[in-house]
């Protein structure tokens, strides 16, 4: 037993933290204004400077796999969430799904250049339904000889419109597939989505796949054991906690420095039991989706069995958590979080997409609910 | 980091749990319902191990470590021991003895630490006050030494095993100008002149542990049964606070793994409309809020005592927040495991309403909520 990170991995912790922040002072990537496209990609750049793409999908030297990989996510999620998704859903979702599934052709074609950064990608994995948890699979490919045509239409894509290739997710032959499109193929068009909520800096699109052709080789497929959907969402309720932690950071810590700064009545609002008790409160929920979340990322590498459910109670936690923490923080800011760009207005709005992306809250209680009771999947 | 047990604590916390199955649980709601202290099940911990079981071996101990410690509370909890008995455990081994053994001479230890272990004394721990809870400074007790004996005046309150207690460290002022650096801690056995206690309170929960007032009138106690020396009673009192915040919170935490058992046994039996109730969205709602309250305690407990046992100073801040969020967010569970049980679940014959009720001490004993956040919002 160890609840404490090591010398090095706080080291790679200051030095991601010291790096993002100062990109992130000179090139906004959560306004939403035109330059956060490009800004972000010069970030996800200087990321595959660092060991954090790699985090998770290969072996990093003095890092400890997952459990390293959570606490810098949030560190990059506290500072820019935007490029935080972005990485994010590239990387760990494209990127594992290739690292784990894919083969030395597809890694070294598609893989390397994702570690490195100097490539986005995306995973296309909601259909128009959105639910793909108890709802099959509608996207599919159709052999014809050694191509495969891909049909379909999928919803809530992040990257879409940025991305250089694009692992649509989909059934071919009634099993489950990742068919690896280019950004640019013919038969595939990208409807941005337009007014997001929150992550503004982050693209996000509607996708629709008519007779869109690919090589075979270009088709990943899942041993017969495994439930790729699973794993997939798996991989994307522990990107939408790690940024649950670094939203519930930025709002915790804004807020914090604000009710010491900020005097009414001749005082700092910080001395005021309410406000004092209402921080304590935050960091409280802050504190425990820390533990939970890395003890979920600590299970689902050593332990992996039970890393299903206990993922999902991290998600759910940490999610609603963030909810909570961003909306008090919101609330301790007063009138001035209301107007205008504010972090903590930024990330009270995008704890709101963790609830409701991977597998929902609501989802995601049944499904532990349905554990207790012994259901299985 | 690294959140493993070892094999050797998986199968001790399963050796636990069929113990206290066995022995334990059949007798814990009549006890309740009658509000008396099970001495026999009391008994039967020290046979076991567990009283002492962080003790030296040397002194009738079991040798082991805070985190297989927190453990075998755990293990009480999603047993199915009841919130009163894992409290009188947790004053008599912790609160009680721990201080002796921490703080007291060697010739303190050999009397009373294998007698603690074994259950064969019982121990409580006398410091809260009518006007001094979390506020210790403000203690009027006192303790005046004249020649080889200190004379004890004053009176306690909501003291865990008082009526039932062979020994007690009390806590009184030697220096009442001092304020908190003025407060000493003394040993003071049952049967000593000038010392009794109340009629056991009347409590909402945790019925099965005794709690009363301690009263102290021109008490004669030896001058050797001071512990450490005069003025280190409030570090002493402050040293409780890390198994506060771990071994006698993890009950609770295993107490949502007994809770979601429970639930999720009765929801699968229990049919309406025509199909279990664990049909319904709305009970496995409940079931996974009782789960998830139980993941995300039982990483903050842990972190207590795996620190203690790197021999950290304990990290206030740390401590206050495992104590908020066990007592302030165990009430939804618990409330909802009543509720999933229906009308059953307010009735004694199920034990979902004994559950509630121990449950409610959580955000109360060993510093009130309210306290955990003034704590937090100074340190932060």
Same mark, same amino acid.
């Given at each position: 037993?160890?609840?404490?990170?090591?010398?090095?991995?706080?080291?790679?912790?200051?030095?991601?933290?010291?790096?993002?922040?100062? !990109?992130?002072?000179?090139?906004?990537?959560?306004?939403?204004?035109?330059?956060?496209?490009?800004?972000?990609?010069?970030?996800?750049?200087?990321?595959?400077?660092?060991?954090?793409?790699?985090?998770?999908?290969?072996?990093?030297?003095?890092?400890?796999?997952?459990?390293?990989?959570?606490?810098?996510?949030?560190?990059?999620?506290?500072?820019?969430?935007?490029?935080?998704?972005?990485?994010?859903?590239?990387?760990?979702?494209?990127?594992?799904?290739?690292?784990?599934?894919?083969?030395?052709?597809?890694?070294?074609?598609?893989?390397?250049?994702?570690?490195?950064?100097?490539?986005?990608?995306?995973?296309?994995?909601?259909?128009?339904?959105?639910?793909?948890?108890?709802?099959?699979?509608?996207?599919?490919?159709?052999?014809?000889?050694?191509?495969?045509?891909?049909?379909? &239409?999928?919803?809530?894509?992040?990257?879409?419109?940025?991305?250089?290739?694009?692992?649509?997710?989909?059934?071919?032959?009634?099993?489950?597939?990742?068919?690896?499109?280019?950004?640019?193929?013919?038969?595939?068009?990208?409807?941005?989505?337009?007014?997001?909520?929150?992550?503004?800096?982050?693209?996000?699109?509607?996708?629709?796949?008519?007779?869109?052709?690919?090589?075979?080789?270009?088709?990943?497929?899942?041993?017969?054991?495994?439930?790729?959907?699973?794993?997939? &969402?798996?991989?994307?309720?522990?990107?939408?906690?790690?940024?649950?932690?670094?939203?519930?950071?930025?709002?915790?810590?804004?807020?914090?420095?604000?009710?010491?700064?900020?005097?009414?009545?001749?005082?700092?609002?910080?001395?005021?039991?309410?406000?004092?008790?209402?921080?304590?409160?935050?960091?409280?929920?802050?504190?425990?989706?820390?533990?939970?979340?890395?003890?979920?990322?600590?299970? /689902?590498?050593?332990?992996?069995?039970?890393?299903?459910?206990?993922?999902?109670?991290?998600?759910?936690?940490?999610?609603?958590?963030?909810?909570?923490?961003?909306?008090?923080?919101?609330?301790?800011?007063?009138?001035?979080?209301?107007?205008?760009?504010?972090?903590?207005?930024?990330? !009270?709005?995008? /704890?709101?997409?963790?609830?409701?992306?991977?597998?929902?809250?609501?989802?995601?209680?049944?499904?532990?609910?349905?554990?207790?009771?012994?259901?299985?999947? | 980091?690294?959140?493993?047990?070892?094999?050797?604590?998986?199968?001790?916390?399963?050796?636990?749990?069929?113990?206290?199955?066995?022995?334990? #649980?059949?007798?814990?709601?009549?006890?309740?319902?009658?509000?008396?202290?099970?001495?026999?099940?009391?008994?039967?911990?020290?046979?076991?191990?567990?009283?002492?079981?962080?003790?030296?071996?040397?002194?009738?101990?079991?040798?082991?470590?805070? #985190?297989?410690?927190?453990?075998?509370?755990?293990?009480?909890?999603? =047993?199915? #021991?009841?919130?009163?008995?894992?409290? =009188?455990?947790? /004053?008599?081994?912790?609160?009680?003895?721990?201080?002796?053994?921490?703080?007291?001479?060697?010739?303190?230890?050999?009397? !009373?630490?294998?007698?603690?272990?074994?259950?064969?004394?019982?121990?409580?721990?006398?410091?809260?006050?009518?006007? /001094?809870?979390?506020?210790?400074?403000?203690?009027?007790?006192?303790?005046?030494?004249?020649?080889?004996?200190?004379?004890?005046?004053?009176?306690?309150?909501?003291?865990?095993? =008082?009526?039932?207690?062979?020994?007690?460290?009390?806590?009184?002022?030697?220096?009442?100008?001092?304020?908190?650096?003025?407060?000493?801690?003394?040993?003071?056995?049952?049967?000593?002149?000038?010392?009794?206690?109340?009629?056991?309170?009347?409590?909402?929960?945790?019925?099965?542990?005794?709690?009363?007032?301690?009263?102290?009138?021109?008490?004669?106690?030896?001058?050797?049964?001071?512990?450490?020396?005069?003025?280190?009673?409030?570090?002493?009192?402050?040293?409780?606070?890390?198994?506060? &915040?771990?071994?006698?919170?993890?009950?609770?935490?295993?107490?949502?793994?007994?809770?979601?058992?429970?639930?999720?046994?009765?929801?699968?039996?229990?049919?309406?409309?025509? &199909?279990?109730?664990?049909?319904?969205?709305?009970?496995?709602?409940?079931?996974?809020?009782?789960?998830?309250?139980?993941?995300? =305690? %039982?990483?903050?407990?842990? %972190?207590?005592?795996?620190?203690?046992?790197?021999?950290?100073?304990?990290?206030?801040?740390?401590?206050?927040?495992?104590?908020?969020?066990?007592?302030?967010?165990?009430?939804?569970?618990?409330?909802?495991?009543?509720?999933?049980?229906?009308?059953?679940?307010?009735?004694?014959?199920?034990?979902?309403?004994?559950?509630?009720?121990?449950? %409610?001490?959580?955000?109360?004993?060993?510093?009130?909520?309210?306290?955990?956040?003034?704590?937090?919002?100074?340190?932060?």
């Amino acid at each position: 037993m160890n609840y404490e990170y090591s010398q090095k991995e706080f080291e790679f912790f200051i030095e991601l933290y010291q790096m993002v922040s100062a !990109y992130s002072a000179s090139h906004p990537m959560d306004t939403g204004g035109a330059d956060c496209e490009k800004n972000i990609q010069g970030g996800v750049e200087k990321l595959g400077q660092t060991p954090y793409l790699k985090l998770g999908v290969s072996d990093v030297e003095n890092a400890n796999g997952l459990v390293t990989l959570m606490g810098a996510m949030e560190v990059v999620a506290a500072v820019s969430p935007s490029l935080y998704l972005t990485a994010e859903y590239s990387m760990r979702l494209l990127g594992r799904a290739l690292a784990k599934w894919g083969d030395e052709k597809q890694k070294q074609a598609f893989l390397n250049p994702l570690i490195s950064g100097s490539a986005i990608g995306a995973l296309a994995l909601c259909e128009q339904t959105v639910n793909v948890d108890n709802e099959p699979l509608a996207a599919t490919g159709e052999k014809q000889g050694s191509t495969v045509i891909i049909s379909g &239409r999928k919803q809530f894509v992040v990257n879409g419109p940025v991305a250089k290739v694009i692992g649509v997710v989909g059934t071919c032959d009634g099993k489950p597939a990742i068919f690896l499109v280019d950004g640019d193929a013919p038969g595939l068009s990208i409807n941005r989505t337009e007014g997001s909520f929150g992550y503004k800096g982050a693209c996000i699109s509607e996708m629709i796949l008519e007779n869109c052709r690919i090589d075979e080789d270009r088709m990943i497929r899942c041993s017969e054991k495994e439930d790729m959907v699973s794993v997939l &969402r798996l991989w994307e309720n522990q990107i939408l906690t790690g940024a649950s932690l670094g939203l519930m950071r930025a709002s915790f810590e804004s807020a914090r420095d604000y009710a010491k700064s900020h005097k009414t009545g001749g005082k700092p609002i910080i001395a005021y039991q309410e406000i004092g008790f209402k921080l304590a409160e935050m960091l409280t929920l802050f504190q425990t989706s820390q533990m939970l979340a890395i003890r979920a990322a600590w299970t /689902a590498e050593k332990q992996p069995r039970e890393a299903f459910d206990l993922t999902l109670c991290a998600k759910v936690f940490c999610t609603e958590s963030a909810a909570r923490v961003s909306g008090e923080a919101m609330n301790i800011f007063g009138s001035s979080a209301y107007f205008g760009a504010n972090p903590v207005e930024h990330a !009270y709005c995008c /704890a709101r997409y963790g609830e409701s992306f991977g597998t929902s809250t609501e989802l995601s209680r049944i499904k532990i609910g349905d554990a207790a009771l012994g259901i299985k999947p | 980091m690294d959140f493993g047990f070892t094999k050797e604590q998986q199968m001790f916390k399963k050796e636990i749990i069929r113990f206290a199955k066995k022995e334990i #649980v059949p007798r814990v709601q009549e006890f309740d319902l009658h509000k008396q202290f099970d001495f026999e099940s009391f008994r039967k911990l020290g046979e076991f191990g567990i009283l002492g079981l962080h003790f030296p071996e040397e002194y009738g101990g079991g040798g082991a470590d805070v #985190v297989t410690t927190v453990m075998a509370g755990e293990a009480l909890g999603e =047993a199915g #021991v009841d919130g009163g008995l894992t409290l =009188a455990y947790g /004053a008599h081994s912790f609160l009680c003895a721990d201080t002796i053994f921490k703080h007291g001479s060697e010739e303190q230890r050999k009397k !009373y630490i294998p007698k603690l272990c074994s259950g064969e004394w019982i121990g409580c721990m006398g410091l809260t006050e009518p006007d /001094a809870g979390s506020d210790v400074a403000s203690m009027k007790s006192t303790a005046e030494k004249k020649g080889d004996k200190y004379i004890l005046n004053g009176s306690k309150i909501f003291i865990t095993n =008082a009526p039932v207690a062979d020994v007690s460290v009390v806590y009184a002022k030697t220096d009442p100008d001092a304020k908190h650096l003025g407060i000493s801690a003394f040993i003071v056995e049952k049967g000593t002149p000038g010392y009794t206690c109340g009629e056991p309170l009347i409590k909402m929960g945790v019925r099965t542990s005794q709690t009363s007032e301690q009263f102290f009138s021109n008490c004669e106690i030896p001058a050797e049964n001071l512990l450490g020396s005069e003025g280190d009673g409030f570090n002493m009192s402050l040293q409780t606070v890390e198994w506060d &915040r771990s071994a006698l919170l993890a009950p609770f935490v295993g107490v949502s793994t007994y809770m979601l058992k429970r639930c999720a046994d009765y929801a699968k039996k229990r049919v309406q409309f025509g &199909r279990s109730i664990g049909q319904f969205q709305a009970t496995k709602r409940k079931l996974a809020n009782i789960r998830i309250f139980g993941e995300a =305690a %039982r990483s903050l407990i842990y %972190r207590i005592a795996w620190c203690k046992d790197q021999g950290k100073p304990l990290n206030h801040l740390e401590a206050a927040v495992a104590k908020l969020f066990v007592g302030d967010w165990s009430m939804g569970p618990a409330n909802d495991a009543m509720i999933l049980h229906g009308g059953y679940g307010y009735c004694h014959e199920y034990d979902m309403e004994r559950i509630f009720r121990d449950s %409610r001490l959580a955000p109360i004993g060993g510093g009130t909520s309210d306290i955990q956040k003034m704590i937090i919002s100074k340190l932060m």
